[in-house]
């Protein structure tokens, strides 16, 4: 299963946390477990070099750059300073934990997510007959109440098809707006375009053409921000 960015970012967050609290740890709780403090450093380093150029923000790498490099201050440099390395240590724990905590909320349900589409065949059946006889406000009043508008008919159409092959273009308007895919294939290998154009409705195929068009602009898009 693909890692989620958001996921990643926080196991980022968090390597970053735990080496840097690592790395300021009493010399002899590191020596106790045998850890070699740049090796610890190091690992901070990569880890961060990582984050830049893969998951984080510029402005939230540049801070835990800051962070990072003030919590393993030497300590005469510190001291010199008036710097206490404690409450940096303490500022990047506690920005992983915000990290985990809007990971969390993001993952908890609000009641504003896209409901999944009802799969009824009798929704089907009532929106072909709204096709049929040309009753847009039917067919509205069929889609507002959630039917998944690319289910077939006996017959092997989708509502798109069937409006296509009847040549009706605001009927197809309609269902385009509803959520009706303009790719889908029929048991022959034909799209909602091809039906318009066999039937001769130019009007039809460049209504189907349009939101294709439209469609593939948003898939790619969508897939854009994924893989950002």
């Known amino acids: 299963m693909q890692v989620s960015k958001r996921a990643m970012e926080w196991v980022l967050f968090g390597l970053v946390g735990l080496t840097a609290i690592l790395a300021n740890l009493p010399q002899q709780w ?12 190091g690992v901070l380093a990569l880890t961060v070099f990582i984050a830049l150029f893969l998951y984080l923000k510029f402005q939230f790498f540049m801070l835990v750059v800051l962070l990072a490099v003030g ?4 300590g005469e440099v510190s001291e010199s300073l008036g710097i206490s390395t404690m409450p940096l240590v303490i500022a990047m724990a506690f920005m992983v934990g915000i990290s985990l905590i809007n990971y969390v909320v993001d993952l908890l349900p609000t009641g504003l997510e896209e409901k999944p589409k009802e799969q009824s065949a009798e929704g089907i059946k009532a929106l072909f007959y709204a096709i049929e006889k040309g009753n847009l406000v039917y067919a509205q009043k069929i889609l507002s109440m959630n039917f998944d508008p690319n289910l ?7 509502p ?8 009706d273009a605001k009927m197809c308007e309609l269902l385009v707006r509803n959520g009706a895919d303009t790719n889908i294939m029929s ?23 349009k939101a294709r068009a439209e469609q593939q602009a948003r898939e790619a898009e969508a897939q854009q921000a994924k893989s950002a």
């Open 187 to 209: 048991a022959d290998g034909d799209t909602a375009i091809e039906l318009a154009l066999r039937v001769g409705s130019q009007e039809v195929a460049d209504v189907l053409k």
């Open 152 to 158: 077939r008919a006996e017959n092997g159409y989708t």
């Open 160 to 167: 798109l098809m069937y409006a296509a092959a009847r040549g």
């Open 71 to 74: 919590a393993n201050m030497p």
């Open 30 to 41: 590191l020596d106790y477990g045998s850890i070699n403090r740049n090796l610890l450093l």
